[in-house]
């Protein structure tokens, strides 16, 4: 079955960085539009980082462009993100979302992570 697993969250300070892995399992990766979605305590989900494609071509939300990149590794399937510049505005549970069969799929979704970002 699907299954995607977020790991690298942790606490840390403003100005600090932190990397999140998202290994998958369960279905083709490098045919899966693989996203990063992030929720606040009392906010709605948000995208803040995903492919465009099943290729790489990415994009982000204004709230984190210029500070936080997408990556992903076909042979590992694993997607990252990684947080540089961190605000206590980011903080949040992040989740990573894949769309397999080059976005034509369902989502699925990992459990989530926890970012807190304070001093």
């Known amino acids: 079955q699907v299954q995607l697993v977020e790991s690298g969250g942790g606490l840390v300070q403003p100005g600090g960085s932190l990397r999140l892995s998202c290994a998958a399992s369960?279905?083709?990766?490098?045919?899966?539009?693989m996203s990063w979605s992030r929720q606040a305590p009392g906010k709605e989900r948000e995208l803040v980082a995903w492919f465009t494609s099943a290729g790489s071509t990415t994009n982000y939300a204004d709230s984190v462009k210029g500070r936080f990149t997408i990556s992903r590794d076909n042979a590992k399937n694993t997607v990252y993100l990684q947080m540089n510049s961190l605000k206590p505005e980011d903080t949040a549970v992040y989740y990573c979302?894949?769309?397999?069969?080059?976005?034509?799929?369902?989502?699925?979704w990992g459990q989530g992570t926890q970012v807190t970002v304070s001093s």
């Open positions: 979302k894949a769309r397999p069969n080059y976005g034509l799929g369902p989502d699925y």
């Open positions: 369960g279905f083709t990766f490098s045919r899966s539009v």
